[in-house]
């Protein structure tokens, strides 16, 4: 498959398209160490080595981002009223990209930021129960008896109950406290305050620490992000 010059680096984020067709016109590109002839060239990704100011520039069809989103953004790609979690990323960034899944406005977390809408919607379907992990911290100190209810399920006003969750203290932590941890493998609306409401308790914060065996990298602060290593990304596809 061949495509233009200067969708080949807008894709790859080197710029907007009319920024990279300046720096075609700059010769600031070669196509297999030539000066690019023009935006309207066609390059086949793969094959032909294209370099930007004398450094290559790999075609890469998907990206993948570990993003930390923090509170007051909405998991959305455009929105009127809110910062979105695109708006962390460079203007020039590739277009296509989306949260996988969602976390409230006032949850902050792992959220995996991505073009591949085929393994997202792996990640997403229901009938894969891909475990999500939140740390929380919650109104009244749960017990022994909140533990045992999760793990039943709950019944939060939709047609089944939830599937068994694990709900445990914060590693060193004992019971009662009001720090936890809970694994669920379902994504429904609110679905951990909704637990926790069920069971007259509620969610004062809330931080998503993993998903799918891909963990928060906590070197990052809320609103940065980093590309997905080769292992984290095997263990999504997994
Ligand atoms: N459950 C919630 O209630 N909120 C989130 O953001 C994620 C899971």
């Known amino acids: ?43 086949t990704p793969g094959e032909d080595v294209v370099s930007f100011q004398g450094q290559s520039i790999p075609y890469a069809q998907y990206e993948y981002y570990l993003f930390y989103k923090p509170k007051g953004c909405v998991s959305a790609t455009t929105d009127n009223c809110h910062k979105t979690v695109l708006d962390y990323f460079p203007e020039n960034r590739r277009k296509g990209l989306f949260p996988v899944g969602r976390l409230d406005i006032d949850t902050e977390g792992l959220l995996l930021i991505t073009n591949d809408g085929a393994l997202s919607h792996n990640l997403l379907a229901p009938g894969k129960h891909v475990p999500k992990t939140y740390y929380a911290e919650v109104l009244n100190p749960v017990t022994e008896e909140d533990i045992a209810q999760f793990a039943q399920g709950i019944d939060i006003g939709e047609a089944k109950p939830t599937r068994p969750a694990k709900l445990a203290p914060l590693p060193g932590e004992g019971l009662p406290t009001a720090q936890v941890e809970l694994t669920v493998t379902e994504g429904k609306f609110h679905q951990v305050k909704r637990m926790f409401e069920a069971v007259g308790n509620e969610v004062l914060c809330l931080k998503r620490v993993s998903m799918g065996g891909l963990e928060l990298d906590e070197s990052l602060s809320p609103g940065e992000y980093r590309p997905l290593t080769d292992t984290e990304l095997q263990k999504i596809r997994r």
Do not use: C, W
Request: aromatic share 4%; glycine share 10%.
């Open 1 to 43: 498959m061949q495509i233009r010059l200067d969708k080949y680096l807008a894709d790859m984020g080197v710029g907007t398209r009319s920024q990279v067709k300046q720096h075609i016109r700059r010769k600031q590109v070669t196509v297999n160490g030539e000066f690019s002839a023009g935006p309207e060239q066609k390059v």
